[in-house]
């Protein structure tokens, strides 16, 4: 692997760029791999890995139907951060968001992570207290939180609506300063480009449509590109999880449902940070290029179809600008949907499933990418030892019938309602 | 050609008539009671003392003097007074059809959505009951807490409907 | 004549002049800068796909960046000004960008700029700079945009001869009929090539049109297909930046058709050679539609590069305007173009440009394989056509090659649409491959994407075309690839040694053309989609201005302050009175739902968890109800009305929701119950009077004893009907009006002077939060935040012993009995401190806390702070001393935990 | 944004519409605790056809059973739920 630097780019200069080598094989798959990751996402790429780097396991593949963070990798807001309310949701993401910090340099592939701060904005006394809540939950825990004065929110972000007449009038906020966004592309390519350095076997457009099982285990899986054996099997497919955990015959409490996302044409900088609110259900931010990144719920309905709905869109645009008027005469370029596995208490699963030798990283919602180091690391974890990181043995797939949910929102399990 | 007049029509009691058992029968009591049949979905009957509106396959919405009905009813169904909570506005004029279309996604411009006929939809985030009175005068019955927002909607629509 | 002004000079422009077309009039060549390179760059299309000629027009909250000057007609007084430049258009400093283009190849950030977060963002902060092309308005859009419905049998996109005919027949078959197009005026192509077809035959359609009934709107995008034939059209009512006559900038129309028609026509194709963005390189049809439809010659010498039969139209055109066709570039063999008496090289193709002071001076092309070059001001380029088929993929429909024409055409279609015209046919062309140096050779004008970076990122791995267009940002400009993705498709199958459309595709999705925010918010812009609900007594309370307070979609009084009080002194007044003497408010908001028939009270004890059957006539009970998994999501209370007809009321937040659930039950679950369950939410206003004095305020009203504590009678006060509610939220006895909203005016008139005769107060939303808490009744949101079951919160004794209900199965989980569960518990201060409502209740700083504060207040007569919580096995820890901690207010309180009641615990205040 | 066919209303536009639950996850009054957990927290979600509850809530208020390919969107049939309807 030649290493990425200013020097590199430089050398090129001279060269037309032509010394750089590919970012990762093409292989073809071998007939037995020790570890598959079905999936080649952001999540299965940093489960590979970290597999590879930490635990040192060499015979891995991530086998994925289309081409590498073609789903909701390339397909979200790119927000990052660890602002949650409950412990073993901010913990988490917190681990997370420790490793973002570092990210760039641990792969040699700079995934622009931009910690300009996540701000959740309040409209009315009722929401700082649910947002100082939050932040001291977080503080407890020894995260960063800070609640935001009126005068702070509107010297961070002067085009916010701060008139006393707006609808949603904004009191303040809570502001996650080491929040941000990241280049979403980036993270999945510098993820393979790690693992692939590490000899992980990235094959893609190889679609799994099946299980190979002894007796109660899973020992390999069924492809379009041929029978592939495997010791253990991790399922890391976010919308599609219950699609593939369906085909070995498992039935999961998600739901897939749309999540749309659009961007405006570039402009010069007019936002500073993430900007969210407690009571309307939009995020903001600007991208390097300029372009006003929008998101909103999602469509409430399961779908798998990768298409927005012009409703929802329409809404999460009023929303916007109603917090943020200058934006009235951008023009929306560009949407996206990505499948989401909304899962029945909003909070992701990672962990073992009934199926010997089958495990399942989904159920993340619409808040994967900012855990994706996260999930990587104790999927690593689970998939190499075979039970869970401290961090994520509160996310079993079991919670469900125990009763044991993690429902930040506390809607219960019904994922339209959340 | 686009004009509209968006007016307040005065309080008048409304009650819902739900009926969950025996429709057939109930409906010919109230025809022997009230002198016109139990109109269809999308339908409205009755006379100027009392209407009778239909926006839900169990419920219909009666205008008017519901006095007839207790009798009628028997195990069969129940009337509850609901005309507190709704605001009737009359939209008058040929323009009332293009005024609907706004923030809307119903086709109010059908030529089948004509006199006698009523829908539920709904506008601008509001939902909003229809019931077609004339060729130029559709009723619309609005939630009490939803008739400021709805009405300054339609005001501000009605100034440019021609563009 | 109409006057306009770009980058501050002056100049006049022709009736139905675009902005491009009156800047060429004027001379002007040079309109804007490149996104990465800063590279000087001009007018290349006469359309909506021009990648160059960005500007930002119009002034203050209507000022629209990014304006393609090819999509904007001038009006009398239009603001234009280039952009992404520093200090001006010709003299730009960020130009040094281009120097560094070696270094500075696609995905270059990914390779440098490492370190800490912190550094990134120190490079981020010139990087963002310097990328963005215009600035974004500061101010608020001071216009309006509509948004409107409509329906149609047949729906035609594109006006040119094939949608027009469309149209046509279809209008005169008796169908509803729309016909969208997107300029402002009727003909598309015929308005190019004026000869192909009577220029007054289209008007005559268009009014045949009309007179059918049909609707034609023109300066009318269609930018979206979506389900079920649903089609988003965006209508330009005023021009960017202009002030519109009615307030309207745009229409945003939702339009579902039984049929679509797509007109849409073809895009032209530039060709891939150095230097082909230089201002003077225009596309063929581009200059044809200058030269007829504007009468705007945009240059003198001008040589043509083609590889197809039209662009000898545009020398044609040229010719009769005076200008020179100084040769004409056939990439085809001869005999192509060999008799259209024009000065033509067969076999020839362009391999750079020159030019000075950012115009064009010669052309140098590859003839026979000899390079040639001739002095010209003007390139007029011809590569093939591109059918615009984004409206069909958007539908879902599937592409097939034409190798013919080079391009894909529609296939299969998934909705009820069809292409016609030059979209599903488009001319045919000789195939072509990029033989210039890839360095300098642009694909995507906007975001400086050459043939080398394609190179580049096939030679990293970037070989699907979806990681292509992600690595380079190829496609990802404002013209979002419409001149580009075709040229990169044909590098990346040439690398492959595959043909085109074995290469891949990529997808095309809303928009067509980008749209407006404001339009897509519409009147949503103003409120966020979420009307404020009105008060039946707005009206009044408005009168007393009081402090208001949202919830929900509602805004209730929160205080009612007097003189100058503050919000804390007024309400702790207000709950004072309630304590002492007596109070009264507005609880309209409370989910209500009439219930009756025989079946009711069975249809209850399904939605509550508590029992009810058991319920005399005239009399009611505290009442909460289960989700499905058992949690608790809502409390209120349930009256037996009549024998067969009960009231159920439930919390303000939780009101659709529960309306939802009780639909879902009464017609999903339980179709066969003998029942109606009507929402009455607004149909009563309510208004609640409590205190030591409500009773003899109560008598005095309806002249009658007033009904014992949780008992229920009909009334009359003011004349008007009533029903009273002996129910208390305060922990005082008191009582609910509830009055028909119409009629609540005169019912608060006369309970206010009662009240007021009593030496009573109005109280608001704050004074209430302060008796419920001392009281220690739960508030759904608060308490009741959707995780704790009926024992966390100490409700499980009134469970329905029988059953039945729904939730009680998800009770059963293990999970939901074992110890560690929250509890709710009180709390209060011991050292003084105000307890801060939210703060974390831990057992010593530095550890994870054990529960939280969810709601604080103060013993309002003898003061002291006092809280309810959740705390982990909270009901065994009674006693115990805990810090209530608040790091991000710097506040905190040492508490003791105890019963959370702190007032009249034996309910005494209740009896008479 | 769909068009759904109301048995009652006709062809209305999905946003008077609200998705409620798919139909295997109707949790039955009767149903013993194992069963009705296991239909509350699990899912067939086909990549395909499923049958899905839905209300004209913003229109006439009745529920449907709406059998809806996920992918393509194409209703396949609807039918009305509730108690007995005059015609």
């Known amino acids: 692997m030649s290493r990425y630097s200013a020097f590199g780019l430089l050398r090129g200069a001279f060269n037309g760029q032509k010394h750089w080598q590919p970012a990762w094989r093409d292989p073809e798959p071998k007939t037995h791999y020790d570890i598959i990751i079905i999936g080649g996402g952001g999540h299965g790429l940093a489960t590979a890995y970290y597999l590879a780097k930490v635990h ?133 390519w510098g993820y393979a480009r790690g693992a692939d350095s590490l000899g992980v076997d990235i094959i893609q457009k190889c679609e799994v449509t099946g299980f190979i099982r002894d007796g109660d285990a899973v020992v390999g899986v069924e492809t379009t590109r041929g029978r592939i054996n495997a010791g253990r099997v991790g399922i890391c497919v976010a919308g599609n999880s219950g699609h593939v955990a369906g085909l070995a015959g498992i039935k999961l409490p998600v ?104 495990f399942l990283n989904g159920g993340w919602c619409y808040g994967g990418f900012k855990a994706t180091p996260a999930s990587g690391w104790t999927y690593a974890h689970t998939l190499a030892t075979g039970k869970p990181h401290a961090l994520n043995a509160p996310f079993a797939l079991d919670r469900f019938e125990r009763g044991a949910t993690i429902d930040e929102t506390g809607t219960g399990p019904m994922p339209n309602s959340r | 050609m686009t004009d509209v007049t968006i007016t307040l029509l005065p309080a008048s009691p409304l009650h819902a008539l739900e009926i969950w058992s025996n429709p057939a029968s109930v409906a010919k009591r109230f025809k022997a009671a009230c002198g016109f049949a139990l109109p269809a979905t999308g339908c409205s009957d009755g006379n100027d003392k009392l209407r009778v ?87 619309a019955y609005v939630p009490l807490s939803y008739s400021e927002a709805i009405i300054h909607f339609w005001k501000t629509a009605a100034l440019s409907l021609a563009l | 004549m109409i006057n306009f002004s770009f980058d501050g000079k002056n100049y006049t422009a022709q009736k139905g002049d675009t902005l491009a077309a009156a800047l060429l009039r004027n001379g002007i060549g040079l309109v804007g800068r490149s996104f990465k390179y800063h590279r000087p760059r001009g007018i290349m299309t006469a359309g909506v796909e021009e990648p160059n000629a960005l500007v930002t027009i119009g002034e203050g909250g209507r000022t629209e960046p990014n304006t393609r000057a090819t999509d904007v007609f001038v009006y009398e007084g239009l603001v234009a000004k280039s952009q992404n430049r520093w200090p001006n258009l010709s003299f730009d400093i960020g130009a040094v960008f281009g120097l560094a283009a070696p270094v500075i190849s696609a995905g270059f950030y990914y390779k440098t700029f490492f370190g800490s977060a912190k550094r990134w963002m120190f490079y981020e902060h010139f990087i963002r700079r310097a990328a963005g092309l215009g600035n974004a308005p500061t101010e608020t859009d001071p216009d309006r945009f509509s948004q409107r419905a409509a329906f149609c049998d047949v729906l035609v996109v594109g006006a040119g001869p094939a949608g027009l005919s469309a149209a046509l027949e279809a209008v005169e078959a008796g169908k509803r009929v729309i016909l969208v197009e997107q300029d402002n005026i009727l003909g598309s192509s015929l308005i190019r090539d004026p000869q192909e077809l009577d220029g007054a035959w289209v008007e005559a359609t268009a009014e045949r049109i009309r007179a059918a009934g049909g609707r034609i709107l023109t300066r009318t995008t269609a930018s979206g297909y979506w389900e079920h034939d649903l089609v988003t059209l965006t209508q330009r009512i005023a021009e960017p930046g202009q002030i519109p006559l009615q307030g309207v900038a745009q229409r945003l129309w939702h339009i579902r058709a039984a049929k679509v028609i797509l007109a849409t026509g073809s895009i032209e194709r530039p060709m891939a050679f150095a230097h082909n963005d230089r201002p003077g390189v225009m596309l063929s049809q581009a200059v044809r539609t200058y030269v007829h439809r504007f009468g705007v010659v945009p240059g ?17 055109a040229l010719q009769a305007a005076g200008a020179e066709v100084v040769a004409i570039l056939d990439a085809r063999p001869a005999p192509a173009g060999a008799d259209s008496g024009l000065p033509v090289h067969n076999n020839a193709v362009p391999l750079s440009t020159e030019g000075a002071r950012h115009c064009l001076k010669s052309v140098t092309a590859l003839v026979d394989g000899q390079a040639q070059s001739w002095h010209a001001d003007l390139l007029a380029v011809s590569g093939g056509f591109t059918p615009v088929v984004h409206l069909h993929m958007q539908a879902g429909g599937t592409l097939d090659w034409n190798d013919a024409a080079q391009a894909f055409v529609p296939a299969i279609s998934r909705q009820n649409v069809t292409t016609i015209g030059g979209a599903a046919d488009p001319k045919p062309v000789f195939k072509m491959v990029p033989v210039s140096k890839p360095k300098k050779s642009f694909i995507d004008f906007q975001n400086d994407v050459t043939l080398s970076d394609v190179d580049l990122a096939w030679a990293e791995g970037y070989r699907s075309v979806e990681h292509l267009k992600r690595y380079t940002t190829l496609g990802m400009a404002t013209d979002q690839g419409k001149l580009s993705n075709m040229a990169a498709l044909g590098r990346l199958a040439e690398k492959q040694g595959v043909a085109i459309h074995e290469a891949g595709l990529t997808t095309f999705r809303p928009p067509y053309t980008p749209v407006t925010m404001g339009l897509l918010a519409g009147a949503g812009a103003k409120d966020a989609g979420a009307h404020v609900r009105r008060l039946a007594l707005y009206d009044v309370h408005a009168a007393k201005n009081p402090i208001w307070q949202p919830l929900g979609y509602w805004f209730r009084p929160r205080a009612y302050p007097a003189g100058s009080e503050t919000l804390a002194q007024a309400a702790l007044r207000e709950a004072k009175a309630v304590r002492s003497t007596v109070g009264m408010t507005d609880v309209s908001t409370l989910a209500k739902f009439e219930v009756s028939g025989p079946d009711a009270a069975a249809f209850l004890e399904i939605i509550c968890a508590t029992t009810v059957n058991k319920l005399a006539v005239g009399r009611g009970r505290y009442t909460f109800m289960l989700r499905e998994d058992g949690f608790v999501f809502d409390d209120g209370t349930v009256w037996r009305l009549e024998e067969n007809r009960y009231l159920l009321t439930s919390s303000t937040g939780g009101a659709d929701r529960m309306a939802t659930h009780i639909s879902y039950v009464r017609q999903y679950l339980c179709p066969h119950l003998r029942v109606s369950a009507v929402n009455v939410q607004e149909h009563y206003a309510g208004i609640a009077v409590a205190g030591p004095k409500a009773k003899v305020a109560l008598s005095a009203l309806i002249g009658e004893e007033p009904p014992r504590h949780m008992s229920t009678v009909p009334a009359v006060i003011a004349g008007v009907p009533v029903i009273i509610l002996a129910a208390s939220y305060s922990g005082e006895r008191a009582f609910e009006i509830y009055v028909e909203a119409s009629h609540a005016g005169a019912v608060w008139a006369a309970c206010e002077t009662e009240v007021m005769e009593q030496d009573g107060a109005l109280y608001g939303l704050e004074a209430m939060e302060f008796l419920r808490i001392e009281k220690g009744h739960l508030v759904v949101g608060g308490e009741v935040d959707g995780r704790m079951t009926p ?15 729904v939730g009680a199965s998800g009770l059963s989980r293990p999970a939901l009995s074992e110890t560690g569960r929250r ?58 001393e805990l810090i209530a901690t608040s790091p991000t207010r710097g506040q905190k309180a040492r508490v003791r935990v105890v019963a959370p009641h702190f007032y009249d615990t034996a309910g005494e205040r209740y009896r008479d | 944004m769909m068009q759904i066919t109301c048995p009652h209303c006709g062809p209305r536009a999905q946003a008077e519409f609200v998705y409620e639950r798919t139909v295997d996850s109707v949790v039955a009054l009767d149903a013993s605790p194992e069963d009705a957990m296991r239909t509350l927290f699990t899912r067939d979600n086909p990549r395909g056809v499923d049958d899905e509850i839905w209300r004209h809530t913003y229109g006439c208020r009745a529920w449907m059973v709406v059998t809806r390919h996920r992918v393509t969107n194409e209703i396949s049939a609807i039918r009305a739920v509730g108690p007995e309807v005059l015609p």
């Open chain 1, 56 to 188: 040192g396991l060499k015979n891995i593949a991530v086998l994925e139907k289309g081409w590498i963070g073609g789903g909701n990798t390339g397909r979200n807001t790119t927000i990052v951060r660890s602002n949650y309310r409950l412990k073993p949701l901010h913990d988490l993401f917190e681990f997370g968001l420790k490793m973002w910090e570092h990210l760039s340099d641990e792969l040699n592939y700079n995934v622009m992570f931009s910690p300009r701060g996540a701000m959740f904005l309040g409209h009315s006394d009722a929401d700082m207290t649910k947002l100082a809540e939050r932040g001291d939950a977080m503080r407890c825990d020894g995260i960063d939180a800070d609640l935001m004065t009126r005068d702070e929110v509107a010297k961070l972000e002067p085009l916010l609506d701060m008139s006393r007449s707006a609808r949603f009038p904004i009191e303040g906020g809570l502001i996650q300063r080491r929040g941000g966004t990241a280049r979403h592309d980036a993270v999945a």
């Open chain 1, 255 to 358: 739901e897939s449902q749309t999540l749309q996302a659009m961007v405006t044409e570039g402009v010069k900088p007019m936002l500073n940070s993430v900007i969210m609110s407690q009571s309307l259900h939009c995020y903001i931010s600007q991208s390097d290029k300029g372009g006003i990144v929008f998101g909103g719920d999602p469509d409430n309905w399961p779908s798998y179809a990768q298409r927005g709905n012009p409703m929802v869109m329409e809404h999460a645009v009023a929303q916007g600008l109603a917090l943020v008027p200058a934006l009235s005469r951008l023009r929306m370029v560009r949407t996206w949907s990505g499948v989401t596995d909304m899962s029945f208490d909003g909070a992701p699963i990672i962990g073992e499933t009934p199926v010997e030798n089958l």
């Open chain 2, 53 to 139: 509106i239909r926006y839900e396959p169990t419920v219909w919405l009666v205008e008017g003097d519901a006095s007839a009905l207790s009798g009628i009813l028997w195990d069969d169904g129940a009337l509850t007074a609901i005309g507190g909570g709704i605001v009737r506005i009359r939209l008058s004029g040929d323009g009332w059809r293009t005024l609907l279309m706004e923030g809307g996604v119903f086709d109010a411009e059908s030529p089948s959505f004509a006199a006698g006929c009523s829908a539920a939809t709904i506008i601008d985030h509001v939902n909003v009951r229809l019931h077609v009175v004339d060729d130029d005068i559709c009723d």
């Open chain 3, 300 to 316: 003198k010498r001008v040589v043509i590069a083609t590889n197809n039969d039209d662009a000898y139209k545009t020398a044609h």
């Open chain 3, 791 to 805: 024992h966390d919160l100490a409700l499980d004794k009134m469970l329905n012993k029988t059953g039945g209900y």
């Open chain 3, 823 to 880: 509890q709710l518990v009180g709390l209060e201060a011991i050292d003084g401190n105000n307890i801060p409502e939210g703060a974390m209740l831990v057992t010593h700083e530095g550890v994870s806390p054990q529960g939280h504060v969810s709601a604080a207040a103060f013993r309002i007569i003898e003061g002291g702070s006092i809280a309810l919580g959740q705390l982990t096995d909270g009901f065994a820890r009674h006693g115990e």
